[in-house]
């Protein structure tokens, strides 16, 4: 699974937001230690606090589905680019990063090339127990 696939499958899932009140549709597909791939999308509510973010429906989808290690994770923006995952998004995939290998945070950068980071650098020191 290359990270272009990856981001492809982003795109996808973003098509399923729902997001009647930022109107920002937001799409996820993260790479379990599996092999497996699993989407997400943001989810709103009326309660606007109560939303859900792209990145964290798929690591629910992932961890319901037995998946406990995240090799990489994409993340697409409809009307964003480098649409970076939010902090508590940032502390969820630390959670459930590969203990070997880290987890590869995937964003598509202005010139529309992929960018990778590692979660250790956007979360530096995050909580752990
Ligand atoms: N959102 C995500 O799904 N992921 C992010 O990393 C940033 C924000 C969603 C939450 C909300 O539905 C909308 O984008 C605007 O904040």
Known sequence: MTDEELMEKAKE???????????????????????????????????YGATICAERSAIVNAVVNGEREIDAIAIYGQKMKMCAPCGPCRQVIAEFKSKSKGTKVILEGEDGTLKTFDIDELLPLGFEL
């Open 13 to 47: 899932a973003s098509k399923n937001s729902y997001s009647p009140y930022s109107k920002f549709p937001v799409g996820a597909c993260l790479l379990a230690s599996s092999g497996k791939t699993y989407i997400g999308t943001n989810v709103e509510n009326a309660s």
